[in-house]
């Protein structure tokens, strides 16, 4: 089956700095990656849409200025969290709808967790 | 605008015996319907899915669903529950209205934790 891969699986950063995930289609093209949040025992939110080649589009209330995305390639797109502050800590998620395949179906990463102290 | 409901925060059933994990559904075309599992601290992994055809649904590890129109429901379903079923699991839906711009964009349900007790 489509496999991606997610990097790193586990950061704590300092606040103030800021972080990048990044998010691989292994074996597959993705047009479009989505990245989701998960706050502890809660849905995933989706934070944002990335097509490549093209600017992402944010859902309502994420700042884009905040969660930098690049989609650069048709296998990878990243997710950088600028100055984090302790109320970003959370669980990212990837996902990838590869390119030619029928009804949508999404290929999720295995998650980053994201510790700012 | 397109939602999933999942009512049961819980579900607790002992092993061996059929497990049901409920969804709902409210979309405005025909709606394309997932079931995601989730173990501690890992991403998301297909379990099944519905897009056209028929109503039962066969996914992976033994689970099904059932669409059902009329009720805007899509059951998950286990005949007989393991313990190793125990994980947080996610009904998603995807709004397929013909002629909108189609970005594969998933809404999830808020999750239901399900617990299988030996």
Redesign the interface.
Known sequence: GAV?S?HPSRVICKSGTSVKIECRSLDFQAT?M?WYRQFP????M?MA?S?EGSKA?YEQGVEKDKFLINHASLTLSTLTVTSAHPEDSS?Y?C?A?PTGL??????????S?LTVL | AQSVAQPEDQVNVAEGNPLTVKCTYSVSGNP?L?W?VQYP??????LL?Y?TGDNLVKGSYGFEAEFNKSQTSFHLKKPSALVSDSA?Y?CAV?D?VPGSS??????????T?LQVKP
Request: aromatic residues 18%; positive net charge; glycine residues 14%.
């Open positions: 991606v997610q479009t989505f025992k809660q849905s995933l989706l849409t097509n589009t669980f998620i996902s709808r029928r009804a949508g179906e999404l290929f999720f990463g295995e998650g967790r | 394309y997932f995601y601290n890992r991403g998301l992994q297909f899915k897009i947080l996610f995807r397929m189609n970005t594969g964009k998933l809404i999830f349900g808020q999750g934790t």
